[in-house]
Structures are given as structure tokens and as C-alpha cells.
């Protein structure tokens, strides 16, 4: 258990070590990381989440599959590193990490959980289609690395979760 809290520690700081220095959009010149060190950053967070849910955590209660969590962790990072000018990018990160927070520290119940489900799909969609929403540009879009890879994650996550939600469905039985 001392790997497992030592792995979180130095992923906290990381990433708090990461925040003082992102700007809201890759193309301002500023002091900060780059969009690639912040794609950097974020996989690297993601990573340690997925690892220590699979390897150290002794609680099997979490929201979802690891993947959803570390994709989750993946696209909820790099929100809130770009969203520490914006605050819509922020509050769209905070918000998915807070969804799965709670899941780790509150125990919820059946029909909670499924509304906790629920509201990390519709926030990541939301997350989605704003995207496009606020980038008519195709060329900037192409050009976006950082862009695409956390709107594939957010793609895989909506699929994930409506994958749990039809078999949930479909076997009533557990629990």
C-alpha cells in the first residue's frame, strides 16, 4: 500500500506542479507549456490513475470500468490545464473529475450510481460537442492534436458507458 500511495502522491504533484503555468489556448504565447506537454501531462495522470486502480486500490467500488476512469482522468485533466483562463473548460473538468471522486468516496447506491453514470456521459458530451460547437474552423480542427486525442477519449467514453448502461440492461439481476 506505501507504492500505491507514494505512485498518487507523485502524480498530485505533478499536477498541481503543472497548473500555475497553462494557458486556456495553445495558440497565445505565453510562458506556459505547450499543448503537446500539456497531451503530455494528462496521459501521464491518466496513466497513474489506470495504474493504481488496477494494481493498488483495494476497493472494487468505482463508477465504471478503469478505462472509463482513466479516460475520464485523461480528458478531465487536460480541460482543466487548458481551463485555467476559461472558465467553461474548467468547469467542464472540474465537473468530470468530481463525478469520479465521488464514486471513490461516497458510497452510492444502485439508482445513484446509475444517475452519477449518467451525468459523467451527459457531461462528456456536452464536452464533445462544444468542441465543434466552438471550432468551425476544419483546418484548425485537423491541425488540433490535442483536440482530436481528448475528443477520441471522450468518444471511447460515451461508448463505454452506453456499452455498461445495455448490459446493465440487459442482466437486471446483479445486485
Do not use: C
Amino acid at each position: 500500500m506505501q507504492h500505491s500511495t507514494l505512485v498518487l502522491t507523485l502524480s498530485g504533484i505533478l499536477a498541481v506542479l503543472s497548473l500555475p503555468f497553462v494557458s486556456a489556448h495553445g495558440d497565445q504565447s505565453t510562458s506556459g507549456p505547450t499543448n503537446f506537454q500539456i497531451l503530455l501531462i494528462s496521459i501521464v495522470i491518466s496513466a497513474s490513475i489506470y495504474f493504481l486502480i488496477t494494481r493498488f486500490l483495494e476497493i472494487q467500488r468505482y463508477l465504471s470500468s478503469p478505462l472509463v476512469f482513466a479516460l475520464t482522468s485523461f480528458t478531465g485533466s487536460v480541460h482543466i490545464l487548458l481551463g485555467l483562463n476559461d472558465d467553461l473548460l474548467l468547469f467542464g473538468g472540474v465537473g468530470v473529475i468530481g463525478i469520479l471522486g465521488l464514486s471513490l468516496f461516497v458510497n452510492l447506491s444502485q439508482w445513484q450510481d446509475k444517475m452519477a453514470r449518467f451525468g459523467l456521459g451527459l457531461g462528456v458530451t456536452v464536452m464533445f460537442g462544444a468542441y465543434f460547437v466552438s471550432n468551425h474552423d476544419i483546418h484548425y480542427i485537423i491541425e488540433d492534436y490535442l483536440g482530436i486525442a481528448t475528443k477520441l477519449a471522450e468518444l471511447a467514453i460515451i461508448i463505454l458507458l452506453m456499452k455498461e448502461w445495455n448490459q446493465e440492461t440487459s442482466s437486471p439481476e446483479e445486485e
